[in-house]
């Protein structure tokens, strides 16, 4: 039964607003698909997903709800338990390697109905590019002693700035960003930018309520970040923290605009590291090897800092996982949310100022999508690292430096993570047979 309408920001009287949600694990369709959670779908191959299913971040005109959805009562008091138990996977089948590290499709409208048969790992073979740059993220070290997230967010909240955007097409978006030097530089996702990249206009609002333009410097699609600069910016920087020393459980902050609320707080642990994620914009799709954290992220904080408890930045909040049946740009925080780590940040930060492009690595071959068990090449490059390693068509990737290789995507984070020039060792079987060989990765620019 309805109630009366009520505002969404304010509590109803009980009962009032939309049928409560069914317990997360229960027989509902809302949470349960094929026998299983659709919340976070991190088992096996990506899944065709129907108009259900929407992951969700602030992209361009994703960054406020069209439409105010009414008051819906909060999930039961075990929710997370319950959830856990949802996640469960099944045993694997025979030659299918199952589990965390499959991938997390938050990507909207990019990989829907398991996108295209093959993904370009590597195109060419371009010479390879230092990542030497201007210093970043060195800013005053706020030496909290409390570990209070009250002093971890007085803090931070100066240097932390809100991005509303216009494209030349009319499309707009909000987000979130934070100075990363004393030369005004801002560093933020590209899905959020990405609307003006072609014409338009970026504002920036900082704590204190000043409106300034903003040009854009540059932005890695691959990575889903970008750097944004004001002259004269009144706003100190932030200081780097080291992504690679996060350990899960430890505490940490996000502090962004989501919905447009400016300033807001939010706390949560590391939930866990090295998730493979798969986020990005209209046509343009990042893979990124995420920290994951189940403090508040919604639609407006993409680009906002994550911090540790000495206020340190450790990650670009950039994704969140989405319940079913939640409609477009009204998707809000599950307590499932996915932060680029700043050490690869850093590197491409520093690429964007002092050149206006990022550059990654690459093996010089097309994958297999659609397989499983592994990542099946199905097109080699010609003069790439592929070649000169001696990998073929029809080899399958199963381990990158030990780590397992469980589909296409986990590669090509995998890789991503790793900087051009650098040695890899892959195992991959070859007619049934297991073979090992050590790759130089090449780069590219994007």
Do not use: C
């Amino acid at each position: 039964m309805t109630g009366p309408a009520v505002s969404g920001l304010t509590p109803p009287s009980y009962g009032a607003g939309s049928t409560p949600l069914p317990a997360p694990g229960s027989s509902s369709s809302a949470y349960l698909q094929n026998g299983r959670s659709t919340t976070q779908r991190s088992f096996g191959k990506p899944e065709p997903q129907d108009n259900g299913f929407r992951p969700g971040y602030s992209g361009p005109g994703q960054s406020w709800p069209a439409q105010q959805g009414t008051y819906v009562p909060p999930p039961p008091l075990d929710w997370h338990q319950q959830q856990a138990r949802a996640y469960t996977p099944t045993a694997p089948q025979k030659n299918k390697t199952l589990g965390l590290a499959a991938v997390v499709a938050l990507v909207i409208g990019l990989i829907a109905g398991g996108g295209a048969a093959a993904a370009v790992v590597a195109l060419d073979n371009n010479g390879i590019d230092d990542d030497s740059g201007p210093p970043i993220g060195q800013g005053v070290d706020p030496k909290i002693k409390t570990g209070s997230v009250s002093a971890v967010a007085q803090a931070l909240l100066p240097s932390v700035v809100q991005l509303k955007v216009e494209g030349a097409d009319d499309s707009n978006a909000t987000g979130s960003g934070f100075v990363i030097d004393d030369s005004g530089h801002i560093l933020t996702n590209n899905h959020v930018v990405s609307a003006a990249a072609t014409g338009g206009s970026i504002q920036v609002v900082t704590q204190t309520g000043k409106i300034s333009t903003a040009r854009l410097v540059g932005r890695s699609p691959a990575y889903d970040l970008a750097v944004v600069q004001v002259l004269g910016l009144d706003a100190p920087s932030v200081k780097f923290g080291e992504s690679e020393k996060a350990i899960v459980g430890q505490d940490v902050v996000a502090i962004g605009s989501p919905l447009g609320l400016a300033g807001t707080v939010t706390s949560g642990i590391v939930s866990a590291k090295n998730r493979p994620v798969t986020a990005g914009g209209e046509g343009e799709i990042s893979y990124i090897n995420a920290l994951q954290t189940d403090a508040a992220i919604n639609p407006g904080n993409s680009g906002g800092p994550l911090v540790d408890m000495e206020a340190h930045v450790i990650g670009v909040n950039s994704a969140i996982a989405t319940v079913r049946g939640a409609e477009p740009g009204a998707s809000g925080n599950i307590g499932l949310g996915f932060a680029i780590p700043i050490d690869q940040a850093r590197r491409t930060a520093q690429q964007l100022i002092a050149s206006g492009q990022a550059s990654y690595p690459v093996i010089g071959a097309n994958v297999d999508m659609q397989f499983e068990g592994g990542a099946r090449v199905s097109e080699v490059q010609p003069k790439s690292a592929a070649v000169r390693a001696g990998l073929r068509t029809g080899d399958v990737i199963t381990k990158i430096n030990n780590q397992p290789v469980d589909t296409a995507e986990a590669l090509i984070v995998a890789i991503r993570t790793h900087r051009p020039g650098e040695n890899v060792r892959l195992v991959f079987e070859r007619g049934g047979k297991p073979r090992e060989v050590t790759l130089k990765l090449d780069q590219q620019t994007g």
